[in-house]
DNA sequence: CAGTGGTCTAGACCACGCG
DNA sequence: GCGTGGTCTAGACCACTGG
């Protein structure tokens, strides 16, 4: 039933998406051997190129780790909650799983040289305002404070723009692009008399800032966000592998 | 001549070391066109899986961006000295290129238990410490302090590590091992009296501090480091792609 | 429409880990 | 020595971009 119905993934996202269940489901023991690449083409009746490129997937996730010689095993740190991996967009999003996002529109702003040194941007441009906070179950105190700013460009879509899902994506649906890239700048500030009201910190104290640029495939700028953490509730973790 | 000599780095390296190059010396415009894989072939005389992972590499380190149908061009930001992709190891280590690291032995310690809650470890264990001040030519406040924990199991090569590389591929030299990943945990604090002093910024102001700890092949802890950058300083720079 | 990069096959040889 | 994953070839078809 390969028919059309979306025209469906690539074949090494449809394997990977398999196997990342299966480890997340706990079949293989944190830790223990993964079947080997021969063993995968002939379960999944395919070429060792889409199954290497299904492992190569799942390995930039942090979900398991190679060797030749050995085999495949899945990472022993990488089912844990605490260390998330955020090397991948898809994490980036839905990072801090059980927390939940509410965002307003707050209307069209012309960037203030100051606002506009913060964002790298130029002053005097116009752009679209949305604020909001990320709060996580079972903490009175929000894990963030956000300011998005869409692009005049998508004057347009703007007040189409809900919550439930993160901005960007909807700018690539009703926009229609296509975001190919997402800088981050991440750095250490202390809190303004907003984010500490926000946040519920004192003025001053330590947070981390991470500053968003979500470019387009022909390098347009669509979006920038700047989020504010209280730097004890937050930590942001990754993996590098291949050293 | 391509006899033996050190057995030489895959094909795709080479490959990707002489584009990196010409990427670098301006040979493309940024922004313009490089040459399509087809021709990659022919001039290197290599196969296209070959050239692929070649570009492979050179887009995980941001300097190009590929579009199906359009062609390969030389990302516009990727050269800027600003934007610095620190999403590899190989940059993360010369990071801030044209900074110098002064790194001094301490000597052996057992972990307090607020040391031992900083790096995510067990009080009372033995690690050996050195000690260091990353600085920038042209600026008079360093921009890191360094807290390195080496492994009591490597007590015996501590003695031979010298400055002038770092001290996980020192470890993995002399103690024969292989780093196999990174982990890194990013943070906002508030500086210390210790490192208020040395990095000479007030103390309780907002720092970066990021937490590394090197896995070796096997899975163990092999090193763990503690750097801690001034704010106003110093911000991490990184890309993601393929959204 | 021709040409690009994205996906995929069926082979091959090699370096490495382990018994 | 055997099986693992890492590298590599020579093909193929496809989706997409652009003129």
Known sequence: MTTRAARAAPRYAQV???LRAEIQRG????????PTESALCARYGVSRFT????LRQLQAEGLIRRRRGSGTVVDPDGGSALRQSLTD?????????????QFEPVGPV?????????LNAEAGERWHLFEGLRTMAGHHRPIAYTAAYVHDAFAAVVPKVRRGETIFRQLERLGGIKIAKVTQDIRAIGAGAREAELLKVPRRSPCLSILRCYVDTTGRIVEMSLSVHPGDLFTY???I???
């Open 241 to 243: 592998d291949e050293v």
């Open 89 to 101: 967009v898809k994490e980036l999003l839905q990072y801090a799983s059980g927390s939940t996002y």
């Open 51 to 54: 199954v290497r490129e299904a």
């Open 237 to 239: 973790s990754m993996h």
């Open 16 to 18: 990977a998406a398999d």
């Open 27 to 34: 079949d293989y023991g944190a830790g223990s051997a993964m």
């Open 110 to 118: 012309v960037l203030s040289p100051q606002r506009a040194r913060d």
